[in-house]
């Protein structure tokens, strides 16, 4: 938080001192004026919602027992470290996560490198690999399992060239490979912040390295993976809070029974999102469904504060910035 | 060895050459080759649900698969918009995403505007909740707000899709004030000695010139608001609900059998807006992210 406490402070107009001016107490009523729809969302959407499902967490509450609903301390977070289900989840989440996050930062990172330099059709692989993360998620899913479907997948049928008869039950047997294989066809996200990372590096720092005698690999490990330390942590960050939220995707592979029904997923398949999702809407169990979330926060914030804290010893941010 | 002579020396040199000239083009061949094999591994999926969208039900499900489907089934199309009710969803989902998208746009660059070109108390301590919501799982404050919604009864409804839009959204907020802080201050200057307000001066000044970036952050919330299944899933009631969460079922025929061909053909359809945008926008996003300097 400290980082993005520095990285906010770039204000390059001085700080005013003293006594606090006319045009002053102006701009800062400006200020709230334009931040004002903003700040009341966050009150009422983000603030209040936080402390209230803080203090649900506390309760038996399941949506309509207003009446029968008591205070239960800390009995929900205890429940919730005591289910075996619970740490399926998370132990699947954990695999989902290592096995997305940092694959997506090498292999973005690796695409946005060959399709920075000067080439032939650059644009036309960099729109085509771009192209699945810009596709609505359901319907990417939707295109995802049949691909993969057992009987009139094509994956099947073009396996079975090599083995005739391949009948691989990718959902029900290899849930998280073709999970992993969904988030790494979606990796033109990653790519696109990288080339926009690259394109940032000033050009003459890579000559300059080259008229200094530096081979393409020395420029590359000693200018550009540098000066691109911010955006890759800004990508691990942002990938590491999403992909352990993995959700959507998940029960839409495996599917629903009916439009309204219950997740069909197995539980030894569940995420901790999923978990928490069927918990709360499938069994109305709110004021657990809260904890688990309060829990996954906790998590998620242990990770990245310690990403964070490393990152003063690996993130390489310049002093000055542009347009100050 | 001892001593080389020159005719050595430069049969050598010429031999490196043309090595390395070979090596190199050797490099590109195959590196065009990864390339190609790439692009086919990427498009594929989208191929398939093509070719599966205008197969019969039969040819769907016969085996060995066929790839190219071998009489065409246009009709799946129609089957997939005009018999089934994909417009009465099409319309909910643009009712709930054309609104939201241009409020959070407009909200967020409001805010953007406000952390770039001011400075006031606790200005830094808010833009540091502003980028720690990111963090804050969707989750933890989803249940809540859900419990809140319904008591106000405002689930079933869209008002949830305004109420969010109109407070922004941190992704956003941060790009615009990314952009905002990078333009230079004379331009402020000069419409604040003509006597702007500084209203007029972020619609007038700074909104014009922020072509690429309004185009960013409107194509990635209406692709998130489009493609979105849980929010809908959550808040909506079947009748309301969104295209996302009819398509996520496949069609049923009468007798309760899933038309997996002509829900295929239907996701086509939903597919296309989305597709369309982008190809006529992509340099716009490129331009956008970069402009907008997400590196921090």
Known sequence: ?324 | MGELTLEQRKLIASSHTTSRHFGRRLGSVSLYTGFVLLTALFVAPIIWLLLTSLKTMSEYMRYPITVIPEDPQWANYYTAIIEYPFMRYALNSLVIAIPSTILTVLSSALAGFGFARHNAPFKNVLFVLVLAMIMVPRMVTVIPTFVFFSKLGLTNTYWPWILWGLAGSSFHIFLFRQFFSAIPKDLEDAAEVDGCSRLRIFWQIFMPLSGPVIATAAIFHFQWVWGDWFTPNIFLTQDRTTLSVLLSTAYKDPHGNAMVTVTMAAIAVYLLPMLLIFLFAQKYIVQGIVTSGIKG
Do not use: C
Request: net charge positive; hydrophobic share 50%; glycine share 8%.
């Open chain 1, 1 to 324: 938080m400290q980082q993005l406490a520095e990285m906010t402070h770039v204000d390059g107009r001085g700080v005013r001192r003293g006594r606090r001016s006319k045009r002053a107490q102006r701009e800062a009523r400006s200020f709230y004026f334009f931040i004002a729809p903003w700040l009341l969302g966050f009150i009422f959407l983000s603030l209040i919602p936080l402390v209230f499902g803080f203090l649900m967490s506390l309760t038996n509450y399941d949506g309509f027992n207003i009446a029968t609903m008591h205070f239960m301390g800390l009995q929900n977070y205890i429940r919730a470290l005591q289910n075996p289900d619970m740490w399926i989840a998370l132990r699947n989440t954990a695999l989902y996560g290592l096995g997305t996050v940092p694959l997506g930062l090498v292999i973005g990172l690796l695409l946005a490198v060959m399709l920075n330099q000067a080439m032939r059709g650059r644009a036309f692989f960099r729109l085509i690999y771009y192209l699945p993360s810009i596709l609505p998620l359901a319907g990417a899913v939707m295109a995802w399992s049949l691909l993969f479907n057992k009987d009139s997948g094509l994956v099947n049928a073009v396996l079975s060239i090599f083995r005739p008869g391949t009948a691989i039950n990718w959902t029900t047997d290899h849930l998280l490979f073709l999970l992993y294989l969904f988030a790494w066809w979606n990796i033109g996200g990653a790519m696109v912040i990288f080339l926009a990372g690259l394109q940032g590096i000033p050009e003459e720092l890579r000559e300059a390295a080259k008229l200094d005698g530096a081979n393409r690999s020395q420029v590359f490990r000693l200018i550009t993976i540098p000066l691109l330390t911010p955006v890759i942590f800004f990508q691990l960050i942002l990938g590491l809070i999403g992909a352990l939220q993995i959700l959507d995707a998940a029960i839409l592979i495996y599917g629903r029974s009916g439009l309204s029904g219950a997740i069909n997923l197995p539980r030894d398949k569940y995420f901790y999102m999923v978990y928490d999702y069927s918990q709360v809407f499938d069994f109305q169990r709110y004021g657990y469904g809260v904890a688990l979330s309060w829990l996954f926060f906790l998590i998620v914030l242990v990770l990245s504060l310690i990403l964070i804290a490393s990152s003063r010893y690996w993130v390489h941010y310049e002093v000055s910035q542009e347009g100050n």
